[in-house]
């Protein structure tokens, strides 16, 4: 099982719709979005404090919601059981993806990038994809997003280096070569908005998800 969700940021934008979901998240959530000065910032955080209750109703849980999180910071629903879940924001967009194992998600808005990072950050293999691409800018932030959901299923997070493992994109779909995890995971690239690029990442091969938007 696989489900994504998605939320606009601006949602919170609204001095009372703010203040109403500020008060539902946790101290330490609180205090991280007070801290941000910039208002789209704030709205960005609390967005991302409150998804995972907003999806958690939608797929008809109506517990409360209690998250623990790993050694590199990954987080982990201790309740309810059963459910593994990841998020990530970037832009104008925060998306959640639930699923019954281990999961990543990333998306990215694709902006202009300085063509060295992918020599920073991506193996030879990459490098020289991008340089064949008629699209090299897509083919990065395609690239970056997969590899960012594979490291969040495996709970390294940005720990691990990027070129640590190698991504294809295939017309038969993902892969993931990574000699030093023995076990095979399953990726999946998500086209729903325009100028942005989602990757979900699980242990068992999954469809396709179609996000579901959520608002208040």
């Not at 955080?45 to 050694?71: F, K, N, P, Q």
């Not at 910071?73 to 639930?98: C, D, Y």
């Not at 030879?124 to 990065?140: C, D, P």
């Not at 076990?183 to 979900?200: L, R, T």
Request: aromatic fraction near 10%.
């Amino acid at each position: 099982m696989l489900k994504l969700f998605a939320i606009k940021n601006s949602c919170f934008d609204d001095d009372k719709t703010f203040e109403k979901y500020l008060a539902l998240v946790d101290n330490a959530r609180r205090e991280k979005i007070l801290k941000l000065s910039v208002r789209e910032k704030r709205s960005q955080s609390l967005a991302a404090g409150v998804i995972v209750t907003l999806a958690l109703e939608r797929l008809g849980y109506d517990c409360g919601v209690e998250i623990s999180y790993g050694e590199h910071g990954k987080p982990r629903l201790v309740q309810p059981k059963g459910l593994f879940f990841n998020i990530s924001h970037s832009g104008e967009w925060t998306v959640a993806a639930f699923s019954d194992g281990e999961v990543g998600v990333d998306i990215q808005q694709i902006k202009p990038v300085d063509a060295r990072l992918a020599d920073r950050f991506f193996t030879a293999e990459e490098r020289h994809a991008i340089a064949q691409s008629g699209n090299a800018q897509e083919l990065f932030f395609r690239l970056w997003t997969v590899k960012e959901s594979y490291l969040k299923a495996l709970g390294t997070g940005l720990s691990r280096p990027l070129n640590s493992f190698t991504v294809r994109l295939a017309e038969g779909g993902v892969q993931i070569d990574d000699p030093t995890v023995p076990q095979k995971w399953h990726a999946v690239e998500v086209s729903a908005f325009n100028g942005y690029n989602i990757a979900c990442c699980t242990a068992e091969p999954q469809p396709v998800p179609e996000p579901v938007i959520l608002t208040l």
